[in-house]
């Protein structure tokens, strides 16, 4: 049995959706104390449970909420495309072919729908810090320790980060949309590859080439600030 459709559907949903931001958490247990697959969540709200939709909905709205802030630089953007993937998920269930995989098959409505809203919006990229698109672990010691406790207090440091802010921005509106999204996905999400790869519907060693010049790129271009 489909879910259900039409305006009834989508209203309740929707109002899942929003509870997250309300604090609101539902915390369901089966008979053995487990919660829950997401095999047997879509399975019941493919027959008609719409609380078991909701249940997925409170699983997985925070993680969707991140992805799509990351790909948009925008909260209340990311809130309304979430809200707009949820929709899109509930309406599409009956179309996930292996409901083991609702996580990568969700996330791949929402970053879609989130480079959509981008090309519509004209939005200049995602907001991401430099330490957010070349990690710790590339960084030197020298470097590390040069951060310091008070460096954002040394003379021109205002001005610097504002300058590298802008830098950053720019640097990643260059990127390709298939290097944006791995990075989003692997390196600042640290979803699996295998799952990143399912998301972007392409290989594994795909995934890995993507984010391999996705950060020597803006390692190349932004060697100044590093």
């Known amino acids: 049995m ?62 969707a909420v991140s992805v799509a802030h990351r790909l948009l630089g925008d909260l209340q953007d990311a809130l309304e495309v979430c809200q707009e993937a949820f929709i899109r998920a509930y ?4 179309t996930l072919e292996d409901e083991r995989r609702f996580r990568p098959w969700l996330l791949r409505i929402v970053t879609n729908l989130s480079l959509n809203w981008r090309r519509d919006r004209a939005v200049g990229g995602p907001r991401l810090s430099l330490e957010d698109c070349v990690l710790e672990r590339d960084r030197t010691r020298d470097e590390q320790l040069g951060d310091g406790e008070f460096s954002d207090q040394r003379p021109g440091a205002e001005l610097r980060a504002d300058e590298l802010r802008r830098a950053v921005q720019a640097a990643l509106r260059r990127l390709s949309e298939p290097q944006r999204m791995a990075l989003v996905l692997f390196s600042l999400e640290q979803l699996p590859q295998k799952e990143v790869a399912a998301i972007m519907k392409c290989s594994v ?22």
């Open 91 to 94: 309406r599409s269930l009956h």
């Open 205 to 226: 060693e795909a995934v890995k080439w993507h984010v391999f010049q996705a950060r020597k790129r803006l390692r190349d271009e932004l060697a100044e600030f590093l």
């Open 2 to 63: 489909a879910p259900e459709s039409g305006t009834a559907g989508d209203a309740n949903v929707r109002g899942a959706s929003v509870s997250m931001h309300s604090g609101e958490r539902v915390a369901t247990e089966d008979a053995t104390g487990q919660a829950p697959s997401d095999e047997r969540l879509v399975r019941e709200a493919r027959a008609g449970r719409q609380d078991a939709f909701g249940e997925l909905v409170e699983r997985y709205q925070r993680r």
